[in-house]
């Protein structure tokens, strides 16, 4: 499991690995993924660190678990893989992305999120696995521990970085970054079809995120997901 993360994360993490709660979640994985279907598939794990390299880190959106339906999750948060209908959460982030440019364009043609890690935006999830049918599943079982110590490795060595944080379980994640480094948080309700409208929609994140990295000297992002 571990061969499966690209080198400068597994050099950055390399302290997780032989912890006993690393231990114990690699114990419970082998036999949840031998007993029931999981999400995602076993080599897609990690597809939110391999997409994107530490070193081209620049933008952080925080989800907590994947999804749970069959062929839906694809290992980074929110994404779904080429083919497969958008769920309601990420049809919602499309409509924002389209919000915050003022641009009225249909939806893209796939709900892979690919394209953005490519660019330099970490899509992680907090608890990395789940069983078919069974959202939260695979809570309390060591995922948050290694997805929080990301977060400060992130927080402590890289400086202005965007963290997206939507709903009340991401936003809890601030407690954890260093603010002594520039970052910059952004807050909102969950896209989610039952808090959208809280503030989610016409948060302007996209935008916001990108004249705060022009501002810095970084190269934006473009949002409208071409993989």
Wanted: proline residues 5%; glycine residues 6%; charged residues 20%.
């Amino acid at each position: 499991m571990i061969k499966k993360i690209n080198s400068d994360w597994i050099f950055h993490l390399r302290n997780e690995w032989g912890k006993p709660y690393f231990q114990k979640l690699k114990n419970f994985l082998n036999r949840e993924y031998k007993k029931y279907i999981c999400f995602p598939e076993k080599k897609n794990i990690f597809s939110s660190l391999n997409h994107c390299p530490f070193q081209k880190v620049k933008v952080v959106i925080l989800g907590q678990d994947p999804y749970y339906k069959k062929n839906q999750a694809d290992g980074l948060s929110f994404s779904v893989p080429n083919g497969i209908s958008f769920p309601p959460s990420l049809r919602n982030i499309f409509i924002e992305v389209n919000n915050s440019f003022n641009r009225k364009e249909l939806l893209p043609s796939n709900g892979s999120l690919i394209g953005w890690a490519k660019q330099g935006v970490l899509l992680l999830n907090s608890i990395l696995t789940v069983r078919e049918g069974f959202p939260g599943s695979h809570k309390d079982k060591g995922w948050e521990i290694f997805t929080e110590k990301i977060i400060q490795i992130i927080s402590n060595k890289k400086k202005n970085i965007v963290f997206l944080l939507w709903g009340k379980y991401a936003i809890k994640k601030a407690s954890v970054i260093n603010f002594y480094n520039e970052h910059y948080i952004l807050k909102a309700s969950h896209p989610s079809p039952f808090s959208a409208n809280i503030s989610f929609f016409g948060s302007k994140h996209f935008l916001k995120t990108n004249q705060f990295l022009h501002k810095k000297g970084k190269k934006t992002i473009c949002w409208y997901n071409k993989n």
